[in-house]
């Protein structure tokens, strides 16, 4: 189990083409200001770009975070229903690229933004894939 596990942050959708994780913002996901922490939302993006990314590749290969950029759009209160869309824009061989889009889910409001590129690379040890 991860760190995002045990927050509560749960996929509901996994494939090559889409990935959608859900989440309520609870006080362990705040930042000073009792509102989601930009770094939460970052990880979040990260963690389903990269699940869609080694989907896509064969046992041999393992996606890991290259770069990403994020923007956060709109404070996230306490006690929001979050959902996380990760979509490839670009799946290529040894570098993927996903847009993400971080929303409120009652509201369908967009809150935060995220470009991750994925580099794949290959594995000789069977342990690291998923």
Sequence with gaps: MGI????????VEKSRSLTIQEWTVTEPM?????ILHGGLSAAIAEQGASM???LA?????Q???LS??????????LGSRC????RPAQAGGKIQVWQVENRL?????LFSMATVTIYCKQVSDEKYSI
């Design 52 to 54: 869609g990314a080694t």
């Design 4 to 11: 995002l596990d045990s927050l509560g942050v749960t996929f």
């Design 63 to 65: 996606a890991v975070g």
């Design 83 to 86: 959902r996380c869309y990760a």
């Design 57 to 61: 590749l064969p046992a041999s290969r």
């Design 30 to 34: 705040t930042q000073i200001h009792g």
């Design 68 to 77: 990403m950029t994020i923007q956060h759009l709109r404070p996230v209160p």
């Design 105 to 109: 889910v009652e509201e369908d409001l």
